[in-house]
């Protein structure tokens, strides 16, 4: 009888040691799901990946989407823009009388930047023109103009060549001059100026007159005095 009362009291201690370690268990469980509900709430990435993966994921098309037939295309207009851009030339006119004035406005009617510089006060008609007008020869040569125009007279050519800052001019530099003799200033330019200069004397058969509208097909003598390297860039006038 005492064996049977010792039996019953072993197996009501085990169920009662068993019974508590699944309590703990089950609290442990619990304490771990909010310490990670946590976790994730203060984190918001994860709580957004979290949240997304709940959720039923969208199928992924494979369809190309139609582009807009009135979208805008500018490719053609801008190359042709950094076409037109390749082609501005900047043009000092030396001399600004009544031929370099004939000659500027030609030019900046052909969208070339133009500039200009003389003995006289021509500030207010090159404004007027849209020429940069430089009274200092030096500040002339320093805008570093692509071509060179001497518009002077004949008596005044070879003071005003000699007098020139050509040095303050790029290398390569067009020159050029508009007289109505050719062999002065061809002699002239070759003496004077630097070697690596390229030369072209141009007589225009034309004049204010006769050229104040259109200059096609009126005659253009020239003569190509020098050239020391290609120019890609076109001179239109």
């Given at each position: ?10 197996r ?5 040691q ?67 851009k390749?082609?501005?030339?900047t ?27 003389s ?39 070879e ?29 002239l330019?070759l ?6 200069f390229?030369?072209v ?13 259109s ?23």
């Amino acid at each position: 009888m005492r064996a049977s009362a010792t039996t019953a009291a072993a197996r009501h201690h085990r169920r009662h040691q068993q019974h508590h370690r699944q309590h703990r268990r089950r609290e442990r469980v619990r304490a771990h799901a909010s310490s990670s509900s946590a976790f994730v709430a203060a984190t918001p990435s994860l709580a957004s990946s979290s949240s997304s993966s709940s959720r039923r994921r969208e199928p992924i098309s494979t369809t190309p989407r139609a582009i807009d037939a009135a979208q805008p295309f500018d490719f053609e207009s801008k190359a042709r823009k950094k076409i037109e851009k390749s082609r501005t030339l900047t043009i000092g006119i030396v001399g600004f009388g009544n031929f370099g004035q004939f000659l500027a406005k030609r030019f900046v009617k052909c969208g070339h930047d133009v500039i200009a510089t003389s003995r006289g006060d021509y500030y207010a008609t090159a404004s007027e023109l849209g020429v940069a007008y430089y009274r200092d020869p030096d500040d002339f040569c320093e805008a570093h103009p692509d071509v060179v125009i001497f518009a002077t007279s004949i008596l005044s050519t070879e003071t005003t060549i000699n007098a020139f800052p050509t040095q303050r001019l790029r290398r390569n530099t067009l020159v050029c001059d508009v007289l109505s003799v050719k062999q002065f200033p061809k002699q002239l330019f070759l003496t004077k100026l630097p070697e690596n200069f390229d030369i072209v004397c141009l007589h225009p058969m034309f004049g204010p007159d006769s050229g104040k509208g259109s200059w096609k097909d009126l005659p253009l003598v020239y003569d190509k005095v020098s050239e020391t390297g290609p120019r890609t860039t076109p001179f239109a006038m």
